[in-house]
């Protein structure tokens, strides 16, 4: 890939799409994070190289590789999908991004201690879906839905004083307890909370 095509998809949603297979390039418009957002997220979160991102179900790792092109920070993505944890390496080696790795997952196998900042966009989504879905390796399951959303509040609750959160059209994930919220934008739909 020549810097010419690296720089359309560090800067243009339609070309992250086309970098993409056919047969995931339809979902980007609802289930990946607009560049427009992660440029303003990844602000947020932290562009250091000591700042250790999180994206909690990165589909086709669109949010840690728009990250990882446009700061020193790590991102790991996490995705319960292989065939888009498969997408989201090859784009990774394509681009040639050391900042970046993605692991086929469940979110409860992950150990929230080794990173610093989350990245939250409804990752749970599907599990309430009348329509939209991926495909159909998720089943409606309104338990499974809010045993995860659960999960993770539990597992933010651990995380030290600082440790940044930013949601993404996420109203459900109640952190509100143990976290203040410091920012909005994109009318309400990008929320920073920081660990009090």
Same mark, same amino acid.
């Given at each position: /890939?020549?810097?010419?095509?690296? $720089?359309? =998809?560090?800067?243009?949603?339609? &070309?992250?799409?086309?970098?993409?297979?056919? $047969?995931?390039?339809?979902?980007?418009? =609802?289930?990946?994070?607009? =560049?427009?957002?992660?440029?303003?997220?990844?602000?947020?979160?932290?562009?250091?190289?000591?700042?250790?991102?999180?994206?909690?179900? @990165?589909? !086709?790792?669109?949010?840690?590789?728009?990250?990882?092109?446009?700061?020193?920070?790590?991102?790991?993505?996490?995705?319960?999908?292989?065939?888009?944890?498969? #997408? &989201?390496?090859?784009?990774?080696? #394509?681009?040639? *991004? @050391?900042?970046?790795?993605?692991?086929? @997952?469940?979110?409860?196998? =992950?150990?929230?201690?080794?990173?610093? $900042? %989350?990245?939250?966009?409804?990752? %749970?989504? #599907?599990? /309430?879906?009348?329509?939209? @879905? +991926?495909?159909?390796?998720?089943?409606?399951?309104?338990?499974?839905?809010?045993?995860?959303?659960? %999960?993770? !509040?539990?597992?933010?609750?651990?995380?030290?004083?600082?440790?940044? *959160?930013? /949601?993404?059209?996420?109203?459900?994930?109640?952190?509100? +307890?143990?976290?203040?919220?410091?920012?909005?934008?994109?009318?309400?739909? *990008?929320?920073?909370?920081?660990?009090?």
């Amino acid at each position: /890939m020549n810097q010419k095509e690296k $720089s359309k =998809i560090n800067q243009n949603d339609t &070309a992250f799409d086309n970098a993409l297979k056919k $047969s995931v390039q339809g979902h980007s418009y =609802i289930h990946w994070t607009p =560049i427009e957002v992660i440029q303003t997220a990844v602000e947020w979160l932290g562009t250091k190289s000591e700042n250790r991102i999180l994206d909690i179900g @990165s589909g !086709v790792g669109k949010f840690c590789i728009i990250g990882a092109m446009n700061s020193r920070a790590h991102f790991t993505g996490v995705e319960t999908r292989k065939n888009l944890v498969d #997408e &989201a390496i090859v784009l990774k080696k #394509e681009l040639k *991004l @050391s900042n970046v790795d993605f692991i086929h @997952s469940d979110i409860k196998e =992950i150990d929230f201690k080794n990173f610093t $900042s %989350f990245y939250f966009y409804n990752p %749970f989504c #599907e599990h /309430m879906a009348i329509s939209g @879905s +991926i495909d159909d390796q998720i089943k409606f399951d309104e338990e499974a839905y809010y045993f995860y959303q659960d %999960f993770v !509040v539990d597992q933010l609750k651990k995380t030290p004083k600082g440790t940044k *959160l930013v /949601m993404y059209c996420s109203p459900d994930l109640d952190i509100s +307890i143990d976290f203040d919220l410091k920012d909005m934008y994109f009318e309400g739909l *990008l929320q920073l909370w920081v660990k009090r």
